[in-house]
C-alpha cells in the first residue's frame, strides 16, 4: 500500500512560510525565524480538513530546527507515526470455535 508523502511548496503570500502539502490540505507549516536565538526553522502542524470533525485553526508547534531539511524530516516522521497509528490496530477476539 502506498502512502502519500509531503509536498513542500513555497507560501504564495509569505516569503519565509513553507507549506507541506497531502493532497490539497495544508497539514505543516515552516516558518524561516532566523532572527530568533533558538533554532531557525519552526515547524507547524494543523489539523486534517474534515466535514465530519470539528477543527481548531490553530497550529501546533513541533519544534524549532537549525535546518529546513530537518524541519521536513521531523514532519515526514510525524506524518509516518500517524499513518501507522490508523492502520496498526488488532481485532480483539471474542469467541473462539473450533473450525472443521
Known amino acids: ?15 519565509l512560510v513553507y507549506q507541506g502539502m497531502i493532497g490539497d490540505q495544508e497539514l505543516f507549516t ?14 507547524q502542524s494543523s489539523c486534517i480538513k474534515s466535514n465530519t470533525f470539528y477543527c481548531s485553526a490553530t497550529l501546533k508547534p513541533l519544534g524549532e530546527f537549525r535546518t529546513i531539511n530537518l524541519a521536513k524530516v521531523e514532519a515526514q516522521l510525524k506524518w509516518d507515526e500517524f499513518i501507522n ?3 496498526d490496530f488488532e481485532i480483539p477476539v471474542t469467541k473462539e470455535e473450533m473450525v472443521s
Open 1 to 15: 500500500m502506498k502512502f502519500k508523502t509531503i509536498q513542500w511548496q513555497n507560501h504564495p503570500d509569505y516569503p
Open 30 to 43: 515552516i516558518t524561516d525565524i532566523t532572527k530568533k536565538d533558538i533554532g531557525n526553522f519552526q515547524l
Open 85 to 87: 497509528s490508523l492502520i
